[in-house]
């Protein structure tokens, strides 16, 4: 049995509530949005479950971040359907939106008279420092898994130039990034094909 069809099996094995009961811890214990919930996916699907490997969680973050809409939807549903299919990548969606729709709809009516007292503002203030904590975190074990060559460490900082010092566009960079390494990956192509 090769790869692909073992997997298509392990996928049709895991049931949908599975999938919901998961994203909807996560989206439960979660508060920062979708780059701080990536830690906790790794560590769920990756670590604990062993549903995905290191690589393709990776890949799901990246194409996640790279498609338009919201990062813990998209990841929820790319997640979803990778591990359990079309119905499993809904409920993988639903699952991860129904914590914050349950407590808004609980704490939308009484927010506004909480909002401007001094301690919801200090407790704000520490959920921020804990939630950078968590995206730094999210972003070096990325990095660590990703960042393995000198085209990959290329590729990273003339990124991280191109955003941070020069402003340039998220997408174009994605775009950039994308084609340089689909370029590369043809030369290094023909240079084997040519050696053999």
């Known amino acids: 049995m090769d790869v692909n069809s073992e997997k298509e099996e392990i996928s049709k094995k895991i049931p949908w509530y599975i999938m919901f009961f998961s994203f909807f811890y996560i989206g439960l214990v979660t508060i920062g949005g979708g780059l701080a919930m990536l830690p906790i996916m790794e560590e769920e699907f990756v670590n604990k479950r062993k549903f995905l490997n290191k690589d393709e969680i990776i890949d ?9 809409g919201v990062i813990a939807i998209n ?20 699952g991860v939106m129904m914590p914050s729709f349950i407590i808004i709809l609980i704490i939308a009516p009484i927010f506004e008279r909480f909002q401007n007292l001094e301690y ?3 407790a704000f203030l ?3 420092g ?3 904590g968590l995206i730094l975190l999210s972003a070096f074990g990325m990095g660590k898994q990703v960042i393995k060559n000198k085209f990959t460490s290329f590729l990273f900082i003339i990124s991280f130039v191109l955003v941070v010092f020069l402003n340039f566009n998220v997408i174009y960079t994605l775009l950039l990034s ?3 390494g689909w370029i590369y990956y043809l030369i290094n192509k023909y240079i084997i094909k040519k050696q053999s």
């Open 126 to 128: 520490g959920i921020r």
């Open 60 to 68: 799901i973050f990246a194409l996640a971040q790279s498609i338009p």
């Open 75 to 94: 990841t929820s549903l790319l997640t979803g359907f990778k591990v359990a299919g079309i119905f499993g990548g809904i409920m993988a969606g639903i």
């Open 130 to 132: 804990a939630i950078a």
């Open 178 to 180: 994308a084609l340089i």
């Open 120 to 122: 919801v503002h200090k």
